[in-house]
């Protein structure tokens, strides 16, 4: 770090050799749409959520059925590594529904935002778990993803 004595002379002092990267700022919902951003997947994804409460199967909220693996986010190195350990898969769906439907094991949902598309990771996956006998779909839209939830149970 370079400290300024006066305007004329400086002392020169050690430089930190690792300087520390500032995040990006992420802005929240009411930011993001005064800015014209789409909405972050994570809002997305709890928009749905609070959406399938109101949507019933078996007398349940659908909501009660969906499950959300956290893989996505900033980790550091070592808790990256350590998730990897752990089984957490490169492309794995935003959203499971545990419930079974004709020829399908269940249904994964991947929840993209604006001009987001799917990886190459999410594509090899999503064709392994359609080989498997699961459904996926990747919406855009919360209106998107419910209609997919009630196509896949066969609700009006």
Known sequence: MTRYKNSHSYQHQEVPTSVKKRKPRVYDRTERMIMGLPPLEDDLQMD???????????????????????????????????????????????LFMFI????FKGLFIE???????????????????????YKVVVCYTVRGAIQAIKDYLNIK
């Open 48 to 94: 749905l959520l609070e959406e399938c409460k109101y949507i019933r199967y078996k007398n349940k909220p659908v909501s009660d059925y969906l499950h959300h693996s956290p893989n996505g986010g900033f980790r550091n190195t070592k808790e990256a590594a350590r998730f990897k350990k752990m089984g957490t898969k490169n492309g794995f769906p935003d």
């Open 100 to 103: 079974a439907k004709g020829i």
């Open 111 to 133: 929840m993209k935002s604006g001009k987001n598309t799917t990886t190459n990771d999410q594509e090899d996956l999503h064709r392994i778990l359609n080989e498997e006998g």
